[in-house]
């Protein structure tokens, strides 16, 4: 998936502090954007359709749980690739294909090409990366983390 | 640590998102012969035990206008970086901070640390802070930024069951 920029009047005050809360966290209560309307002054009804009219424009990757796949007993590890850049969509395309592919991003970089790999079990991280390394004709550089030093409350890429 | 059959079914049901709907754990538990009292207890149990990181709402960075974002990649002296690497990752404006291999001689940097700001110029000042923490320590740098988002889905379970 590759979304352009929105024309930047598309969304208003009211759909950027949506967006804002709601990367916090969403209520597991019976009415849940009842809940979280409330704290931004909003009827549930409202909500739900400025949610519905987001995600239909495009703003929205993602609206639910976030899994994670070593707590699940699976596990997941950074990648890298350098596609050489006449097949960059190709590459893409593959990738995307893939569901084990939590995010990947272009940057600017002779390794070019990042992503994620989350996988159920710990051991399929290999398997799928040489796959992929065959499809692709490419080496994947494997990147797992060796040891973290905090995780702060940035925002996650 | 895992989960079982039903939780899994729960968590693949809400990939392509929550339902749309004023209940919609109701709506979930109607999908897969639950309550919503069971739905609601099973997510709140994996939450609880981190299988699920949080139930949010991802923006489109893309979509939106992305702000900078870039990783800062620095080549530490292995002997320092288990003292350094904690003082990055405290800085408050430093996001992910953690250890990975190195490629030689490709790729000379150990220690990742994930920068945000409104624009490059933001970034690069946040960088420089971390370079004068570094210090001698730091043989060398990169940073690489993020030209476009090409997948954002968060983790996706195969159909099938495993």
Known sequence: MIAWPLPPDTLDETDRRILDALQEGFPLTSRPFAAAGAALGLAEGEMIERIAALREMGAITRFGPFFDAAAMGGDFCLCAMAVPAGRFQEVAA???????????????????MWFVLAVETADDIDRLATEIESESGLAILRFPELAAFFVGFGVRA | MSIDAIDRRLLAATQAGLPLTPEPYAELGRWLDLGEEEVIDRLASMQARGV???????????AL?????????????????ERLGPQVGALAFVGHCCLRP?????????LFAMLHGAGREEVEEKRAVIARLLGP??????????????????????????
């Open chain 1, 94 to 112: 593959l990738l995307n294909r893939r569901c084990e592919v939590e995010h990947a991003c272009e940057r600017s970089h002779a390794l070019n």
């Open chain 2, 52 to 62: 699920i990181r949080r139930i949010a709402l991802a923006p489109n960075h893309d």
């Open chain 2, 102 to 110: 190195r490629f030689l001689p490709l790729w000379p940097y150990n």
């Open chain 2, 65 to 81: 206008g992305l702000p900078a974002n870039g990783v800062s990649v620095w080549d530490v002296l292995d002997s320092e970086v």
């Open chain 2, 137 to 162: 320590a730091c043989r060398g740098q990169d940073i690489l930024y993020s030209t476009r988002i090409l997948k954002k889905t968060g983790m996706r379970l195969k159909k099938t069951e495993p």
